[in-house]
C-alpha cells in the first residue's frame, strides 16, 4: 500500500496550489518518475496507470524512441517556439501525418494548428464553422465534453462545470445522445424532424459537434447506424460536421481515428491528448480544403506552433502508425480487457455493466459513492484509474495502447479486489 505523502511534503501543493486542483487531491502522493504504464511516487512505490493522463499518453510515460528524437532535436538547437512561421519540424510532421493517416485512409484536409489544448481546437472549429455558414447555433449531445473554456464550454453539457463558467453559456442547443432514450429510439430522426419544422423553435445550426465514444461523459458509444444518419442530416442541411477526437483518436478505439468504424467523412476532425505522443502541449483541427475560408492572421495563438511536440508527434507516427500492428494490438487488448471487466461485474455485481470500445472502456458502478470508494480501493492497492460520467458512477479504464499482458492483468487483479472489498 502506498504511504501518503507527509504534510510536509504535500504542503506546497495546499498551500500555493488553487483549490481548484483536482487529481492531487483523488491521487495523495507526490510522483516522481514514470515508465511505460508505470507511475513512482517519492517514497519508491510503483503504480499501474490506467488513466494515462486522461488519454494523452496513448503510447505509455516517456517511450525511448520518441524522447530519443526529442533530446537530439533539443541538442540540435532546434527552434521550439515558432508562433506559425514555417519550420522544419513542422513540415515534417504535416508531411509524414499526410503519408501514413490521411492517404492511405483517403482523406484530405488542410491542417490548422489553433493552440497547446484541445479546448483551443474546439473553439477555432466552432468560430470557423460559424464564419463559413453564418449561423451562430451549435448542436452539441447531452453528456458531451468539449473542453472548459468559455465557448468549448457552451456545447459541453456536464452541470457542474457549465455552472462555473459565472455567465449563461449560450449558442448551444443539445441533442439526446445515442441510447439516451433507451436502445430502440432512433434519437438521430429527432434531430431530422426538428429541423424539418419551421415551428420547431430551432434554428439552422452552424455545426454538429461530436464524440463517437464520449469519455467525460461516461463511456457512452455511438453505434455506426447513428452516425451515418447524424453525417446525412448535416448534408441535406447544409451543417458543418465536426468530430472531437481529442480522447477517442489517436489510435485508443483501434483505428487512428474513432470515426473510421462508420466510414464517416467530418468536415472538421479535433485531435489533441495523445497528438505529440508523450504529452507535450499540441492541437490539430484537420480540415476540408472547401471549407478553409480563413483570412491570414484571422484566428492565431502564441503557442501554436509548439515544434518538441511535433517532433515527438512525428516520432510517435513512424514507430507506432506506418503498419497496422499498433491497431491489430489494441483491438486484440481491448477484447482481453472487456472480457475481464464483464467478469468483474458479472461475479461481483451482476447490476453493473460495461461498455466502450477498443482500450477506452467503462465498468459503470450505477452510483457515484461507489465508484468513489472503488478507485479510492484501486489506489491504495497501487491502481490509478478515474471515474466519469453525469454522477461520476462509470469507472474509467484507460490503460496505455503499449500497455503488456502482465501489466494489465495485475491492474485488472487490483480492480478486482477493490471492486470486491467496496461492495
Given at each position: 500500500?502506498?504511504?501518503?505523502?507527509?504534510?510536509?511534503?504535500?504542503?506546497?501543493?495546499?498551500?500555493?496550489?488553487?483549490?481548484?486542483?483536482?487529481?492531487?487531491?483523488?491521487?495523495?502522493?507526490?510522483?516522481?518518475?514514470?515508465?511505460?504504464?508505470?507511475?513512482?511516487?517519492?517514497?519508491?512505490?510503483?503504480?499501474?496507470d490506467?488513466?494515462?493522463?486522461?488519454?494523452?499518453?496513448?503510447?505509455?510515460?516517456?517511450?525511448?524512441?520518441?524522447l530519443?528524437?526529442?533530446?537530439?532535436?533539443?541538442?540540435?538547437?532546434?527552434?521550439?517556439?515558432?508562433?506559425?512561421?514555417?519550420?522544419?519540424?513542422?513540415?515534417?510532421?504535416?508531411?509524414?501525418?499526410?503519408?501514413?493517416?490521411?492517404?492511405?485512409?483517403?482523406?484530405?484536409?488542410?491542417?490548422?494548428?489553433?493552440?497547446?489544448?484541445?479546448?483551443?481546437?474546439?473553439?477555432?472549429?466552432?468560430?470557423?464553422?460559424?464564419?463559413?455558414?453564418?449561423?451562430?447555433?451549435?448542436?452539441?449531445?447531452?453528456?458531451?465534453?468539449?473542453?472548459?473554456?468559455?465557448?468549448?464550454?457552451?456545447?459541453?453539457?456536464?452541470?457542474?462545470?457549465?455552472?462555473?463558467?459565472?455567465?449563461?453559456?449560450?449558442?448551444?442547443?443539445?441533442?439526446?445522445?445515442?441510447?439516451?432514450?433507451?436502445?430502440?429510439?432512433?434519437?438521430?430522426?429527432?434531430?431530422?424532424?426538428?429541423?424539418?419544422?419551421?415551428s420547431?423553435?430551432?434554428?439552422?445550426?452552424?455545426?454538429?459537434?461530436?464524440?463517437?465514444?464520449q469519455?467525460?461523459?461516461?463511456?457512452?458509444?455511438?453505434?455506426?447506424?447513428?452516425?451515418?444518419?447524424?453525417?446525412?442530416i448535416?448534408?441535406?442541411?447544409?451543417?458543418?460536421?465536426?468530430?472531437?477526437?481529442?480522447?477517442?483518436?489517436?489510435?485508443?478505439?483501434?483505428?487512428?481515428?474513432?470515426?473510421?468504424?462508420?466510414?464517416?467523412?467530418?468536415?472538421?476532425?479535433?485531435?489533441?491528448?495523445?497528438?505529440?505522443?508523450?504529452?507535450?502541449?499540441?492541437?490539430?483541427?484537420?480540415?476540408?480544403?472547401?471549407?478553409?475560408?480563413?483570412?491570414?492572421g484571422?484566428?492565431?495563438?502564441?503557442?501554436?506552433?509548439?515544434?518538441?511536440?511535433?517532433?515527438?508527434?512525428?516520432?510517435?507516427?513512424?514507430?507506432?502508425?506506418?503498419?497496422?500492428?499498433?491497431?491489430?494490438?489494441?483491438?486484440k487488448?481491448?477484447?482481453?480487457?472487456?472480457?475481464?471487466?464483464?467478469?468483474?461485474?458479472?461475479?461481483?455485481?451482476?447490476?453493473?455493466?460495461?461498455?466502450?470500445?477498443?482500450?477506452m472502456?467503462?465498468?459503470?458502478?450505477?452510483?457515484?459513492?461507489?465508484?468513489?470508494?472503488?478507485?479510492?480501493?484501486?489506489?491504495?492497492?497501487?491502481?490509478?484509474v478515474?471515474?466519469?460520467?453525469?454522477?461520476?458512477?462509470?469507472?474509467?479504464?484507460?490503460?496505455?495502447?503499449?500497455?503488456?499482458?502482465?501489466?494489465?492483468?495485475?491492474?485488472l487483479?487490483?480492480?478486482?479486489?477493490?471492486?470486491?472489498?467496496?461492495?
Amino acid at each position: 500500500m502506498p504511504q501518503e505523502s507527509s504534510s510536509n511534503s504535500q504542503s506546497v501543493f495546499e498551500h500555493l496550489e488553487s483549490n481548484v486542483r483536482s487529481y492531487s487531491r483523488s491521487f495523495p502522493v507526490v510522483f516522481k518518475k514514470a515508465a511505460g504504464a508505470t507511475l513512482e511516487d517519492e517514497n519508491g512505490f510503483v503504480f499501474i496507470d490506467f488513466l494515462s493522463g486522461a488519454g494523452a499518453l496513448n503510447y505509455g510515460h516517456n517511450d525511448p524512441d520518441l524522447l530519443k528524437d526529442v533530446t537530439e532535436y533539443l541538442k540540435s538547437n532546434g527552434i521550439i517556439h515558432g508562433l506559425d512561421m514555417a519550420t522544419s519540424a513542422k513540415r515534417e510532421f504535416m508531411e509524414y501525418f499526410d503519408e501514413t493517416i490521411l492517404r492511405p485512409r483517403d482523406l484530405t484536409y488542410k491542417f490548422q494548428f489553433p493552440g497547446p489544448t484541445g479546448a483551443n481546437a474546439v473553439e477555432a472549429a466552432m468560430k470557423l464553422a460559424r464564419k463559413l455558414t453564418g449561423r451562430r447555433n451549435i448542436i452539441s449531445f447531452t453528456n458531451g465534453f468539449h473542453g472548459v473554456s468559455l465557448g468549448a464550454l457552451t456545447v459541453t453539457g456536464n452541470r457542474f462545470y457549465r455552472d462555473a463558467a459565472g455567465v449563461p453559456p449560450v449558442g448551444t442547443v443539445f441533442m439526446p445522445y445515442d441510447g439516451y432514450w433507451g436502445v430502440d429510439n432512433d434519437s438521430s430522426q429527432y434531430l431530422a424532424k426538428v429541423l424539418a419544422d419551421a415551428s420547431s423553435g430551432l434554428d439552422l445550426p452552424a455545426a454538429v459537434i461530436l464524440e463517437t465514444v464520449q469519455g467525460e461523459g461516461g463511456i457512452n458509444v455511438a453505434s455506426k447506424g447513428w452516425l451515418q444518419s447524424l453525417e446525412r442530416i448535416c448534408r441535406q442541411n447544409g451543417i458543418i460536421l465536426i468530430v472531437d477526437d481529442i480522447q477517442a483518436g489517436c489510435g485508443r478505439t483501434g483505428n487512428f481515428f474513432s470515426f473510421e468504424f462508420a466510414d464517416l467523412s467530418p468536415d472538421i476532425v479535433v485531435l489533441s491528448k495523445s497528438l505529440s505522443g508523450c504529452g507535450l502541449p499540441l492541437s490539430l483541427l484537420l480540415l476540408k480544403p472547401d471549407i478553409d475560408v480563413w483570412l491570414p492572421g484571422e484566428h492565431n495563438g502564441t503557442f501554436r506552433g509548439n515544434n518538441l511536440a511535433l517532433v515527438a508527434g512525428t516520432a510517435a507516427l513512424r514507430k507506432y502508425w506506418t503498419n497496422k500492428t499498433l491497431s491489430e494490438e489494441v483491438t486484440k487488448t481491448g477484447n482481453i480487457l472487456s472480457e475481464h471487466l464483464q467478469q468483474i461485474a458479472q461475479h461481483r455485481v451482476p447490476s453493473f455493466s460495461v461498455r466502450g470500445r477498443g482500450m477506452m472502456l467503462g465498468l459503470d458502478c450505477g452510483a457515484g459513492k461507489l465508484a468513489e470508494k472503488i478507485v479510492r480501493k484501486a489506489f491504495e492497492g497501487g491502481l490509478v484509474v478515474e471515474r466519469c460520467g453525469s454522477e461520476d458512477q462509470v469507472i474509467k479504464v484507460l490503460p496505455p495502447l503499449t500497455i503488456d499482458a502482465e501489466t494489465l492483468q495485475r491492474g485488472l487483479d487490483i480492480l478486482d479486489k477493490s471492486v470486491l472489498k467496496s461492495v
